[in-house]
């Protein structure tokens, strides 16, 4: 449902989240919280953000206004997985707004009222409203809706306005982020001299045989580690064992599955709905009514893949067909019925190489047409599309051979759909394209395609009914009302003969246990009302009735060896086994000689195209050391100090070095670092200013 089309339509809507939230944020918001002042609660604080306090008021405003938003662009309220993204989305929102502020005033970037207007009305209009305003009968972008809103303003009431003005802050807050974004992102640049290191990197190749002796050839039973000696480990290493705050608990797991009675009324109702699909003259009606899917009227265009519930068990299907039920591997029945088929929106795919010019003019523009000419000639001599994307496209398609999947004419610019919409055949376009975002050399993977089909289904789940939901609880009830400690969880789960989980190291923001699924307000119980020892309440989650005990709370700071103790037993007794291994090993002068110590476990191997810029030995798996040692190595036939990777130990023998040949351009390799380092930019930046911000989040004792 379009953004803005329909807001007049929605108003009541918009009245209705504005008193409520009022309402919410004025007395409910306090009463409700887990910590509610009103009724004598400790902090109400969800945060801290550059020293300052987030209330949890001031949080809820947030996410009621990203909600909003949600509930605008989708016509719908949010699920709770997605209430989740909401939430965390909102508290991104306020680390923005405390901290990217301080950035953009003293770097002056501003949105002026003319940008603003050319965003939302001129030629440069923001991609949500392009998304949301479209024709349903062209799929095209359609002016004539943002236009008509946009003059209805004047007469629209002031929560109509307001939520334009929210909007319009929204986009430029977006735009503003773009802009400090971009301004580090295109500051980044690789000089000549790591190009020239990326390409030995890439291109220096060693022949070199590896033994490798595996941690495991020593038994640990060889090997004794004392308590002491794993807490020293953890003291010296403290930064690599931070941990949040974190419990250990048991669980005993009241799964509700269907019962043969319910299984049997779920098929007979999907078999009637079938009967009834058939005859339906308004499939998208009678579905909608009566499905329990997401997607119960669907259309499915070029690209687009059509349920495999249906391509999988009907070889040859035909509109007005009605095919089903089918049982899906996630316990659900479901019909499909093929109500339309017709000619939709012309889509094609394709794959490009882009060389970014934007910004560019003269002799700097004319350096990149050249680039781009000779990748071209290239490819056209055989290099794989594919391979010459990955090495100098300059956008995200690059890591994916270029491929921009199905599109219309209209997702692209008029230049770039133009050409390849005219394309006759698949394959290589033998002309650079340029747009104004550079030179593009586009390779046609599939021709334009219009068949479009509507398909209606119907879906039931295939769960247990509210007698055997009933049946369940009073299980999970009785035992949770006659257990008291954990001794008695112990003894009562013996007795009854019910199996008894653990779930340790539990973080405070988990919202599953194990494999269960939503499991939050366990989690939240365990750590803001219990204490150890402390059996819960029955929860009710999708799948099943949880009873939980708490077995021991973690405070954040270094782990206690209780959190890490089998990870740090591996470690410390691993760097004992490799001192033993050495020990073993060292007067023999020979890799041959040092596998027979190891007969059973140990093996040799060569590897005779080993790159520098490799992190993987074959064989052995991830050990980047040993890569390192093997070109350090001066002369053939030079054998390597015994090297201690995670894995076991390795000890290598040069055959020979292929350095990497002098060429006379590094550019390729510069623009390839650069490339990588600017697509970082963002991510990287937002963690640093987030670890500057010292940024503290107790959300967890809230949702």
Do not use: C
């Not at 078999?271 to 009834?276: A, G, Q, S, V």
């Amino acid at each position: 449902m379009a953004l803005i089309k329909k807001i007049r339509q929605r108003t009541g809507l918009a009245i209705g989240v504005i008193a409520v939230g009022l309402i919410f944020f004025l007395v409910g918001g306090d009463i409700l919280s887990p910590n509610s002042t009103l009724l004598g609660g400790g902090s109400n604080t969800v945060g801290e953000i550059a020293g300052e306090s987030i209330s949890y008021e001031e949080y809820i405003r947030k996410i009621e206004e990203t909600k909003f938003s949600f509930q605008q662009n989708t016509g719908r309220t949010p699920s709770e997985p997605e209430m989740n993204s909401i939430r965390e989305q909102a508290w991104r929102a306020l680390i923005v707004d405390k901290v990217f502020a301080e950035q953009y005033d003293a770097l002056g970037l501003t949105v002026s009222d003319a940008e603003l207007v050319d965003l939302v009305q001129g030629k440069n209009i923001i991609a949500e409203l392009r998304q949301q305003l479209t024709n349903p009968e062209t799929g095209e972008f359609d002016r004539t809706q943002l236009v008509s809103f946009l003059q209805s303003l004047d007469e629209g009431g002031p929560e109509q306005r307001a939520y334009w003005a929210q909007q319009e802050r929204m986009f430029a807050d977006a735009r503003l982020r773009i802009k400090y974004d971009n301004l580090l992102s295109t500051s980044e640049f690789a000089t000549s001299a790591e190009g020239r290191l990326e390409h030995k990197m890439a291109n220096s190749v060693a022949d070199v045989d590896h033994l490798f002796i595996p941690f495991y050839a020593i038994a640990d039973t060889s090997v004794n580690v004392s308590d002491s000696e794993l807490n020293s480990y953890i003291t010296k290493n403290k930064e690599k064992y931070k941990v949040s705050n974190a419990v250990d608990l048991d669980y005993i797991s009241f799964n509700l599955h269907p019962s043969s009675e319910d299984s049997a009324a779920v098929i007979s109702e999907i078999r009637k709905l079938t009967e009834e699909l058939k005859e339906s003259t308004t499939d998208s009606v009678f579905v909608v009514r009566n499905s329990e899917g997401v997607r119960p009227f669907a259309s499915f265009g070029p690209g687009d893949a059509l349920p495999e519930t249906l391509t999988s068990n009907v070889d040859d299907f035909e509109v007005g067909g009605t095919y089903g039920p089918f049982l899906t591997g996630s316990s659900t029945y479901i019909t499909h019925k093929v109500s339309s088929k017709f000619d939709g929106t012309p889509k094609m795919r394709a794959a490009h190489i882009l060389f970014g010019a934007q910004g560019l003019e003269g002799e700097a523009k004319e350096e990149v047409r050249r680039n781009a000419q000779d990748v071209l000639k290239e490819i056209q001599g055989g290099l794989n599309f594919a391979s010459a994307a990955a090495q100098y496209g300059q956008d995200g398609t690059a890591q994916r051979g270029g491929d921009l999947g199905w599109f219309a004419k209209a997702d692209f610019v008029e230049e770039f759909a133009e050409v390849s919409f005219i394309a006759k055949n698949t394959g290589l376009i033998p002309i650079l394209v340029e747009t104004e975002y550079g030179f593009h050399i586009i390779s046609v993977t599939d021709l334009p395609q219009t068949e479009t089909y509507k398909i209606a289904s119907i879906e039931l789940e295939l769960g247990p009914s509210d007698a055997t939901r009933n049946d369940v609880f009073r299980k999970a009830d009785f035992f949770a009302a006659n257990t008291g400690n954990n001794k008695e969880f112990a003894a009562n789960a013996e007795k009854e003969g019910y199996r008894i989980i653990q779930a340790n190291n539990v973080d405070a923001f988990a919202r599953n246990l194990n494999n269960l699924q939503n499991a939050r307000e366990v989690i939240r119980w365990a750590f803001n009302d219990a204490s150890e020892g402390k059996v819960s309440e029955v929860f009710e989650l999708d799948n099943a009735y949880i009873v939980a005990t708490l077995k021991k709370k973690y405070e954040e700071g270094t782990a206690s060896l209780d959190q890490v103790r089998q990870e740090v037993l591996t470690q410390v007794r691993n760097e004992k086994k490799a001192e033993m291994i050495k020990e073993k090993i060292k007067d023999k002068s020979t890799l041959e000689e040092m596998q027979s110590v190891f007969s059973d476990e140990a093996s040799l191997a060569n590897t005779a195209d080993l790159r520098m810029s490799a992190s993987v030995l074959p064989g052995v798996g991830f050990a980047p050391k040993a890569v390192g040692a093997a070109f350090s190595l001066k002369n053939s036939g030079d054998i390597s100090k015994p090297i201690h990777e995670d894995v076991g130990i390795i000890v290598l023998k040069l055959n020979s070095i292929t350095p990497a040949a002098e060429i006379a351009d590094y550019n390729s390799y510069q623009r390839q670092l650069t490339m990588n380092a600017s697509q970082r930019t963002g991510y990287m930046i937002m963690m640093a200013l987030e670890d500057l911000a010292n940024v503290k989040d107790y959300r967890y004792k809230f949702f």
